[in-house]
C-alpha cells in the first residue's frame, strides 16, 4: 500500500500565498516525478508542475513566476509554494507521484485525495 496526503490548502485572498504539502508513505523502493494537478469546477483536470527525483522542474505557463515545486527525496514529500495567488487559481490541487514498491517492481502511479484552495478577489 502507498499513501499520498496532502495538505496546506484553505481560503486566501487574492495576492496572497499559500503552501501545499505531499507525503508519500507505505511501502515505498523509491519514488520518480512527483506532480501538482489541479481541478476547478466544471473543468479537466490539468498539470501544473511536475519534478522529477533528481530536481528537474517543468511549469505550466499559468503558474511559471509564481509557483514553485520542490521535493525532499529522503523523507517522499513534494511542496508547492504559491505566491500571487489569483482567484482562477482557485481549484481542488491533487499530488501524483511515480512509485516502486520494490526493486523489481515497476513505477506505477499513486493520486492524493486533494486539497482545496480557494482565492478570493
Known amino acids: 500500500q502507498v499513501q499520498l496526503v496532502e495538505s496546506g490548502g484553505g481560503l486566501v485572498q487574492a495576492g496572497g500565498s499559500l503552501r501545499l504539502s505531499c507525503v508519500a508513505s507505505?511501502?515505498?523502493?523509491?519514488?520518480?516525478?512527483m506532480d501538482w494537478y489541479r481541478q476547478a469546477p466544471g473543468k479537466q483536470r490539468e498539470l501544473v508542475a511536475d519534478?522529477?527525483?533528481?530536481?528537474?522542474?517543468w511549469y505550466a505557463d499559468f503558474v511559471k513566476g509564481r509557483f514553485t515545486i520542490s521535493r525532499d527525496n529522503a523523507n517522499n514529500t513534494v511542496s508547492l509554494q504559491m505566491n500571487s495567488l489569483k482567484p482562477e487559481d482557485t481549484a481542488v490541487y491533487y499530488c501524483?507521484?511515480?512509485?516502486?514498491?520494490?526493486?523489481?517492481?515497476?513505477?506505477?502511479?499513486?493520486w492524493g485525495q486533494g486539497t482545496q484552495v480557494t482565492v478570493s478577489s
Open positions: 501524483k507521484a511515480d512509485v516502486r514498491r520494490s526493486r523489481f517492481s515497476a513505477f506505477n502511479v499513486y
Open positions: 519534478i522529477t527525483s533528481g530536481g528537474t522542474t
Open positions: 507505505g511501502s515505498i523502493f523509491s519514488v520518480g516525478a
